[in-house]
């Protein structure tokens, strides 16, 4: 490890690491269903920085993917939601019975992903401080 610190500077560490602090941050203030001040907060710093250090761009670039990633993820579990909603007031309220249990483990799985969101964001800011590569689970590689 400390090999791979002597490679990257602090700087460079402590730039990549806030790409994914800055998403989990604004993320956090503005709810993570919103999600896109995650994706911003990480392509802000991975426009500004990605000509500087390479290390740098690939954390940046891996925190936009992510966020975007959960940012897709919470939309579709929007619509699913949505969707049960509709299908229970079409039905005068007699889908309920299937459609309680389909709401009740939709938001067991919401809960996955932004348990998954939190946790993994973190670890990709100690492993970014400590020099190292990250590689989000579940994530939407979009911009490469």
Known sequence: MAHIQSITTSSERGWAMAAHLTALALALMTSWLVGVAGVVGAGAIWLLKRDDSPFIARHAR???NFNLSMLIYAAVACGIAAALVGL???TLGLGVILTLPAGL?????IAAIALMWLVCSIIA?????NGEEYRYPLTIRLLD
């Open 62 to 64: 891996e925190a936009v």
């Open 125 to 129: 800011a100690v492993r970014a401080w």
């Open 105 to 109: 483990a939709l938001l067991m799985v």
């Open 88 to 90: 229970t007031v079409l």
